[in-house]
């Protein structure tokens, strides 16, 4: 599986971003898919998670604000960025896996090139 992510920006605080991940490939529903983030000079942090039957998982500090959904048709998994601070400045990665359906950052199989976000204050 290949997977690209894109629809990041500048964008100022309070805004919103959907990113959007590609992915190739004709299994796609059956991947759990995650996105994570990392800023400069910080560790990577999970953002959210979608298992595929459409269970979600989000990371605390995203809850009520970014939203993921999947769309097995485009083969393609979403984030909706709302509300967004300049402490959500980061390169937003999308990943997958089909051996877990609830896994650890380790635990994804394959990574797809991430986009920035950046919020302007």
């Known amino acids: 599986v290949q997977l690209q992510a894109s629809g990041g920006g500048l964008v100022q605080a309070g805004g919103s971003l959907r990113l959007s991940c590609a992915a190739s490939g004709r299994t796609f529903s059956s991947y759990t898919l995650g996105w994570f983030r990392q800023a400069p000079r910080k560790e990577q942090e999970f953002v959210a998670r979608i298992s595929r039957d459409g269970t979600t998982y989000y990371a605390d500090s995203m809850k009520g604000r970014f939203t993921i959904s999947r769309d097995n048709a485009r083969n393609t998994v979403y984030l909706q960025t709302n509300i967004l601070k300049p402490e959500d400045t980061a390169v937003y990665s999308c990943?997958?896996?089909?051996?877990?359906?609830?896994?650890?950052?380790?635990?994804?199989?394959?990574w797809g090139q991430g986009t920035q976000v950046t919020v302007s204050s």
């Open positions: 990943a997958a896996t089909r051996r877990f359906a609830v896994p650890r950052e380790s635990d994804y199989d394959y």
